[in-house]
């Protein structure tokens, strides 16, 4: 049963290729079925291999399944080879169940796009490359998949190139994350000197077998994480997310929120060994994953575009898992990603059916009081919201915490400290969301108020199965405090994840440790509350009190301007003055110069190509006495 | 053993010399009148070459084909007895892709004279 | 094992010959068209025999003809290159005027000979083979009957080719003088144990190079190759660009290498003047090809530069390498011949660099896969020129033939500047003339296909194929 699972990436990889060569001469119902079939087909696929997988005994972790050698020159050998793990299986049914509820939304958002086969076939092309990225067995190909989804998302942020700033936002996410994967590829340069092998198992067996010594492991492990940033949207590196809302909203929720930006979560997972054996690494890990945590949220406060807030708010949310994988807490880490991957792609959904409902409006300055318009959207929104808030029984309550606590039991009390404040922040920002949209005063303009309707079903359903299991996906992963064996989810991944140092603390320090993050959550809501509902004026004069740090932050923190001044008009003043300096005379001069000498003797040997029997004959028997000549002396 | 190997290599390169010294010593003068046809005085009527009918050359190579084939049968009916019975199979099967290429040639009116 | 099965791959090919030759004379012209479709027939059936025939090692003729895997795997490739030319000829014969049965029939009768010369150690029984291919490409060559510059390729390559076949046996005869034999394994062996048989027997195997030299077109034996590719009708081009050109690698590989390998002292003679003679190609082939502006000429003198890359593998002593890029550039030589095929009409071919301005965009499909095959002759990945380069340049350097490598990558660097050219006519000038085309030709679009996969498929997944031609060439140790 479980040794079909190679076809998980292999039928949207299909369905893509159909699409591209096929796809403008097919109608768009056919299209919208194959691509939302081909996912759904992997979907089905992935919970078959995930029972085969329960099945089958934990000594035989990871099946692999070769499908042929991919390259193979030397000793250095990468295969074109799949894996089934725990790890790998949970990321395949994240990927293809949330893809499949985004494709049928997508159905219904995109339907008068006159790019329509263009985008499924990207976004078919997405899934393919992020399951070979979760599901391949060699970081050769997990690269390949890497790559692949860093293009994906290039071409869906920058779908409506017509746009200049859509353009402009895929050209900077795409430049942004080279800067990263720069660093990933020479970190696996790294893992291939000095394992030998690209293959996971070698790799986990090439650590616990000591030959890999602490230095290589921090070196190796800082490098693929600097390429985990990059995709991930940490700090230094985030700067592409926010302006990736470019793109279409079905895209910004799959992979902008759900799938690929987590692709750094999954890496540090699949890596776990290496990170364990590397203290500074995870460390360094941990400290990114947490300031980026309350970073990213104090920016969100400010802003007013609704998938903006989203962005950072999504940005936060890495930074939590970080923080769990930092403080060696990989099951709690992994756990954050998948309920994270349910409540904010039903967050950003949500949106989108806000912005299809006012005709593409996003500021939420001009919006408010459409609780009453949107009677399906709102409670789906506000589910996602007390969701990411943490407010208990909901899933974000049960994976935060499971990394909070661990933060605090491995003794990070000021990591842990950081992702409090940023409980606060992350419950003040969604609810200031959740008030300015949908509660207060009617802010939109006449002709738009008009128009206002709930969305076809195609949207509307993803919306609630989305919503159902943002309520109910945590109770796969319950704390320790509700019973001893509840956490089924973190057995499940241990035999991929090494079992860190147990949380030795006592059931009352856990359950303070509840109460405390439950009530700062609450503790957010009531801010937002009085802020935004109870007394609208307190933002203003805020504002009007500390006008710095508004600026700052509505400016987040000036980073673009800063990175423009440091790193990017330098590089292009620099590379205008080497074209012109060096390329225009230098280079082209060199290059001009062999092609005209290149062609002046072609012409001379030419010369001798004079299409007369004789001259052949005569210059095949020189060239033969020479020959000869040759061998004789 | 040297000297033959000398000797051809000697007179291979003087024979390319020559060439190659006529060519590059030589004058050239060129003109259209010396580079056409016919230099007899008056402009030529049409291209110097033609096709022209082959009819009693296509039949001599047919003559020529499958005369020297036959002389294949003298060595054949020297050694037959020796080789017996697979010689005779050989033969067959010569014959028959002789008489293959002459079903051909006749078909194609490779013998008629007049078409 | 001495079984007849080793002669039946061959004997369906002759007969195949022979039946479209008297078929031809019995056809009414309407239904010429049904001989393609026979000699396909044929051609599948003989590659069923040669599959079941793979690690059997059949021979028949008290062992001077037999099935190896090697023979085997040149005899499948072989039979994939008639069989792609054919499906490139069906139309284009109609539409040049060249329509008749002949052409199938010497098609398969140059097949016949090369089969016969990859499937022997003996080299008389591989001269019997070069002549049987070399008389049929003669008259291949000619077929145009109407084009002047066809007839003036056929007996320019006709006496050429004698003047090299002359060489061919009065080395073989030399050989023969020298060591009493014409086996190639005997040879190898006096060679080996050599003594004063030394400089008749290496007279004798240098004429024998300069005779498949000539085959091959390399330097200095290359100069009939532009003219004859010109004239030649273009899927005859196509297919003297691979057939001759692999079946001489094939023959060659199996004399240097045993030679190369096992014969120590004397062989450095041999072994420089193929250095030599190697760089000579790269340069001189890719430096003349910059100078082309017809298509067919291009593609001529790269062939001869491919033939310099391919002496490197000889010289390597990497017959994998040597084997595979064989089986790349079949596919990516042919894909590029069908390309500039495509575009012809009734009586006209557009075989001029300005015929193909604009081409990229009006005809996308043709333009696209015409690049594919144009980056894979010029060695980008992840087509399979690319590795094909990549694995014997880096089998050249395991041998420490640096200098030859660098000579290559530089060799390869200038083709990618011709190469590149046509590429920018066809997305990048403006066509200032209308070139309007017959496009209703399956076969060649299926040709165009199957090259495009061909030359994806071992670019980027070679594995299989690595695999097969690695159990081929264990038949040479």
Redesign the interface.
């Known amino acids: 049963m479980t040794d079909i699972f190679w076809l998980i990436p292999f039928i949207p990889a299909m369905s893509t290729l159909i699409l591209a060569i096929f796809g403008q001469k097919l109608p768009k119902k056919y299209i919208s079925f194959q691509a939302c079939f081909a996912v759904f087909a992997s979907f089905i696929i992935s919970v078959i291999s995930l029972v085969g997988l329960l099945q089958t005994s934990h000594e035989s972790y990871p099946l692999v399944k070769n499908l ?3 390259i ?3 000793s250095f050998k990468a295969d ?1 080879s799949f894996q089934l793990d725990p790890l790998s299986a949970v990321m395949a049914l994240v990927v293809t169940g949330v893809g499949f509820l985004i494709h049928v939304y997508s159905v219904g958002y995109m339907a008068n796009d006159k790019s329509y086969s263009r985008y499924f076939t990207y976004l078919n092309l997405f899934t393919f490359a992020m399951l070979i990225l979760v599901m391949s067995s060699n970081v050769v190909l997990m690269f390949v998949g890497w790559e692949g989804v860093g293009l994906c998302s290039y071409l869906l942020i920058g779908f409506w190139f017509e746009k200049h700033s859509a353009a402009n936002a895929g050209k900077k996410a795409f430049i942004v994350n080279r800067i990263g994967d720069a660093a990933f590829i020479i970190g696996i340069f790294f893992i291939l000197i000095y394992v030998g092998s690209g293959e996971f198992t070698a790799i986990n067996s090439a650590i616990s077998g000591g030959a890999i010594t602490q230095g290589v492991a921090t070196l190796i492990a800082v490098l693929l994480f600097v390429g985990a940033t990059g995709k991930s949207a940490q700090i230094p590196l985030y700067v592409w997310l926010p302006d990736a809302m470019e793109g279409p909203t079905p895209v910004s929720a799959l992979i902008h929120a759900a799938t690929m930006v987590t692709a750094g979560v999954y890496m540090v997972s699949r890596m776990n060994l290496l990170y364990t054996l590397s203290v500074d690494a995870a460390q360094v890990v941990a400290v990114v994953g947490a300031v980026t945590a309350i970073y990213a949220a104090t920016m969100a406060l400010t802003q007013n575009d609704i998938k903006r807030v989203l962005a950072y708010s999504t940005i936060s949310q890495i930074g939590y898992m970080f923080i769990g994988c930092g403080v060696g807490a990989y099951a709690a880490g992994m756990f954050h990603l998948y309920t994270h991957a349910f409540f904010k792609s039903l967050l950003f959904l949500a949106a989108g059916s806000v912005m299809h409902a006012l005709s593409g409006e996003l500021d939420m300055r001009k919006m408010g009081g459409l609780r009453k318009y949107l009677p399906l959207t709102y409670p789906t929104f506000l589910i996602g919201a007390i969701a990411i808030s943490g407010i208990p029984f909901l899933s974000g309550f049960f994976s935060k915490d499971a990394i909070l606590t661990h933060a605090f039991a491995s003794g990070q009390y000021f990591v842990w400290a950081l992702g409090i404040l940023g409980a606060v922040l992350t419950a003040f920002y969604m609810f200031r969301l959740i008030f300015l949209t949908f509660h207060g005063k009617e802010r939109m303009t006449p002709e738009v108020k008009k128009h206002i309707h709930e969305p076809p079903p195609a949207m509307t359903v993803p919306l609630v199965i989305l919503a159902f299991f943002s309520i109910v996906a945590g109770f796969i992963g319950l704390p320790v405090v509700f019973g001893k064996n509840l956490n089924w989810f973190g057995h499940f991944l241990e035999p991929v994840i090494k079992k860190s140092h147990e949380a030795h603390l006592t059931l009352g320090t856990e359950w303070l440790l509840i109460i405390i993050s439950v009530a700062v959550a609450l503790i957010g809501i009531l801010i937002a509350y009085i802020f935004y509902i109870k007394k609208p004026q307190i933002p203003h004069s805020l504002v009007a009190r500390f006008p710095f740090i508004y600026k700052l932050l509505y400016n987040k923190y000036y980073v673009d301007e800063i990175y423009n001044a440091t790193f990017v008009n330098p590089t292009i003043k620099g590379s205008e003055l080497i074209y012109d300096k060096f390329d225009l005379k230098v280079i082209d001069g060199a290059v001009n110069g062999t ?1 005209s000498s ?2 002046f ?3 001379i ?2 010369y ?2 004079t ?1 007369l ?1 004789k ?3 005569l ?2 028997l ?3 006495i020479l ?2 000549a ?3 002396f | ?2 000297e033959l ?1 000398l000797v051809f290599v000697i007179f291979g390169f003087l024979g390319v010399l020559l060439v190659v010294m006529n060519k590059l010593l030589g004058p050239k003068r060129s003109n259209p009148t010396k580079e056409s046809p016919f230099e007899c005085g008056s402009p030529y009527l049409q291209d110097g ?1 033609n096709p022209f009918p082959l009819k009693y050359s296509l039949v001599a190579f047919l003559f020529l084909l499958f005369d020297i084939e036959v002389v294949f049968f003298f060595p054949w009916a020297l050694v037959f007895k020796e080789i017996g019975i697979t010689a005779l199979i050989v033969m067959f099967a010569y014959i028959f ?1 002789l008489l ?2 002459f ?2 040639a006749w ?2 009116g490779a013998f008629q004279w007049e078409r | 094992m001495n079984s007849f099965s080793a002669l039946i791959p061959l004997l369906i090919i002759v007969f195949a010959s ?1 039946c479209i ?2 078929l ?3 056809l009414k012209k309407e239904n010429k068209d049904y001989l393609a479709y026979i000699s396909i027939i044929f051609l599948v059936v003989c590659g069923f025999f040669l599959v079941r025939a793979w690690n059997k090692d059949f021979s028949y003729f008290n062992g001077n003809l037999f099935l190896d895997n090697l023979s085997l795997f040149f005899s499948f490739i072989f039979l994939i290159t008639t069989f792609l030319v054919i499906l490139i000829s069906m139309k284009y014969i109609s539409l040049q005027g060249v329509n008749c049965g002949e052409y199938y029939s010497l098609l398969l009768l140059a097949l016949s000979g090369m089969l016969i010369m990859v499937s022997s150690g003996d080299l008389l029984v591989i001269f019997l083979g070069l002549e049987v291919l070399s008389i049929s490409s003669y008259s291949l060559a000619g077929l145009r009957r109407k084009d ?1 510059k066809s007839s003036e390729a056929a ?2 390559y006709f ?2 080719g004698c ?2 076949s002359a ?1 061919l046996v009065y080395g073989i005869a030399l050989l023969y003088g020298a060591t009493y034999s014409t086996d190639i394994a005997s040879i190898i062996n006096h060679f080996q144990s050599g003594e004063s048989l030394g ?2 027997a ?2 004798g195997l ?2 024998f ?2 005779g498949f030299g ?1 085959k091959i077109a390399v ?3 290359h ?2 190759t ?2 004859v590719y010109e004239g030649a009708p273009t899927p005859i081009t196509a297919f003297f660009s691979v057939g001759p050109k692999a079946v001489g690698f094939a023959v060659l590989l199996r004399v240097l290498y045993p030679y190369l390998k096992n014969v120590q002292d004397s062989s450095k ?2 072994f ?2 193929l250095c030599i003679i190697s760089v000579l190609t790269m340069v ?1 082939g890719n ?5 082309q502006t017809n298509l067919k000429r291009i593609l001529a003198y790269s062939s001869i530069a491919h033939a310099g890359y391919l002496l490197i593998a000889i010289l390597a002593q990497d017959n994998a390498s040597l084997v595979f890029y064989l089986t790349v550039y079949i596919f990516m030589n042919i894909g590029a011949f069908a390309a500039v095929i495509a575009l012809g009409k009734k009586d006209k071919e557009y075989l001029e660099l300005e015929d193909y301005a604009g081409i990229g965009f009006k005809y996308p499909w043709i333009g696209a896969t015409f690049s594919v095959f144009l980056l894979s002759l010029a060695g980008f990945p992840p087509t399979g020129g690319f590795l094909a380069k ?2 014997v340049f ?1 089998a050249a350097v395991r041998q420490d033939l640096v200098p030859l490598v660098i000579i290559g990558v530089l060799a390869s660097l ?1 083709s990618v ?1 011709y190469y590149l050219r046509i590429i920018v006519y066809m997305y990048m000038k403006e066509p200032s003339y209308e070139v309007d085309i017959n496009i209703d030709n399956p076969g060649l679009f299926l040709v165009l296909f199957l090259c495009l996969y061909g030359v994806l498929q071992l670019g ?5 194929v ?1 695999i097969l031609i690695k159990q081929a060439v264990t038949a040479l140790l």
């Open positions: 042929f050698s991919w193979h020159a030397g074109l092609a290149a062609s003797f072609g012409k040997l030419s001798f190509q299409g029997i001259d052949y004959a210059i095949f020189l060239g033969a020959f000869i040759y061998l004789l | 053993m040297i190997f070459i892709i293959i290429g079903i051909y078909k194609k | 022979l030759m008297i031809e004379a019995f002047e007996i320019k006496l050429l003047f090299a060489f400089l008749m290496l007279i240098g004429m190079v300069i000539f330097v200095p034996f100069m009939w532009p003219d003679a041999i420089l003047l001189v430096l003349i090809a910059l100078r990549f694995y880096s200038i500047f980027i997944f070679p594995g299989n690595l």
